[in-house]
C-alpha cells in the first residue's frame, strides 16, 4: 500500500464532508421558491423538517451497512444527495420539494458521517482524535463556503441552476470518494488492542446511555446558541451585520476547535476533553447574558466555537469506550443524540422568549445543560 494513500483517503473523505455542510442551505432558497410559488414559509419548512428527521434516521442505518459492508457501499448512498439536488431543480409542486429534497437528498447525506469518520478512524488508529478533527472539519467548512456560494449562484442564475450545480458538485466528490475510500488492510496500520463485544451490548450499557445523554445536552445548548446568538445581540442593538457576523466567527473558530480538540484527545483522552469542552461551553453561555459590547460578543464566540469542537468527538468516544469492531453500529446510534438536541434547543429558547421577552431564562438553562454533561462524562468510569 502506497505512503500517499491514508493522507488521499483522509483528504476525500474531508471533501465529502465538505458537501456535507450542505444541510445548512436550505434557508437561502426560501425566498426565491417563495417568490415563484407563492408558498409559505411554513409549507416550505415541512420539506426541511422531514429532511433533518430523515437525516438522523440514516445514522442508524449507515452505520449498520457500514459494519456489513464497507465505506464504498455506504458512501454510495451519497450520489443519491447529488441526484436529490438535481430533481430540485425540477419541481413544480409542493410533494416534489418534500420527496426529492425531503427524502432523496435527506437519504444521501445521511449516509456520509459514519463511513468517513470510521474509516478516518481505522487508517489513523493512534491518532484518532486528530485524523477524525481533521475530517469533520470539512463539514464546517461546507457551512462557510456553500450557504454563500449557493447564494450567488441564484442571484446570478436562478434556484434552479443553483440546486443542480450543487447536485453536480456532489456527485463528483462522492464519485472520487467512492473510488478511493476504503478499509485498510491488516497489513496497511499497526494495529491495536481491540475491545470486544456485539453493538448491541454496547447499546446496553451504562457508558453509552451517559455518553449519549450528554451529547444530547451538549447538542441542544450548543444549538441553542447558535440559531438565536444574533437576535440576541440585535436586541442589544447590536447593527444586524455585526451580529450575523458572530455566527460566521462561531464557525471558524469551530473548524479550528474541531482540528485542535481533536488533537488533544489523543494526548489526554476523551473524557478529560469532552469534560473541559463541556465546562468552557457552559461558561461561554453563562458569559453571553453578561456581554454588553460588541467585542465582548465577538470574543465569546471564539472562545464558543472553540469549545463546540467537542462534536468532532463522536467517533474517537466510540473508538475509546466501545473498540473498533462495532464502531459504524454504534457511531451511527450515537449520531443521533446530535439530532435530537438540535432540534430541542432552539425550538425550547424560542418559546421561552415568547414567555419571557428574553434570553437570561434559555441561556441559563443552555449553561445549566452544559454543566449536566460535563458532570455526566465525570460519572463514566475509565
Known sequence: MSGYRPWLILTLAFAAMTMLGSIYIYGVFFSPIEAEYG???????IAYSVFMALY????????????????????????????????????????????????????????????CTSTAMKWFPHRKGLATGFVVAGLGVGMIVLPPLSKYLIAVYGWRLAFSSLGVMFMAVMASTVSIVEDPSPGDVRPMPMRKGSAKEALKSRIFWLIYTAFSLGSLAGAMVIIHVVPYAEDLDIPALAAAFIVSLIGI???????????????????????????????????????????????IAVAFGFSYG???????????????????????????????????????????????????????IGALMSLLAALLIALIKG
Open 253 to 299: 473558530s469551530n473548524i479550528a476547535g474541531r482540528i485542535g480538540i481533536g488533537a488533544i484527545v489523543d494526548r489526554v483522552g476523551v473524557k478529560a476533553t469532552l469534560f473541559s469542552c463541556f465546562l468552557a461551553q457552559a461558561a461561554c453561555t453563562w458569559m453571553l447574558l453578561k456581554a454588553s459590547s460588541l467585542w465582548q460578543l465577538y470574543a
Open 310 to 364: 467537542w462534536i468532532a468527538l463522536y467517533a474517537p468516544t466510540v473508538g475509546e469506550f466501545f473498540g473498533m469492531e462495532r464502531v459504524g453500529s454504534i457511531l451511527g446510534a450515537l449520531g443521533t443524540s446530535f439530532g435530537l438536541g438540535a432540534v430541542i434547543g432552539p425550538a425550547l429558547a424560542g418559546v421561552i422568549f415568547d414567555v419571557t421577552r428574553s434570553y437570561f431564562t434559555a441561556f441559563t
Open 56 to 115: 438522523a434516521a440514516m445514522q442508524l442505518i449507515s452505520g449498520t451497512l457500514y459494519d456489513l459492508r464497507g465505506p464504498k457501499v455506504t458512501l454510495s448512498l451519497g450520489m443519491l444527495a447529488g441526484i436529490g439536488y438535481i430533481l430540485c431543480s425540477t419541481i413544480s409542486s409542493l410533494w416534489q420539494l418534500y420527496l426529492f429534497y425531503g427524502v432523496v437528498a435527506a437519504v444521501g447525506t445521511g449516509s456520509l458521517y459514519v463511513p
Open 39 to 45: 408558498w409559505s414559509r411554513g409549507a416550505l419548512s
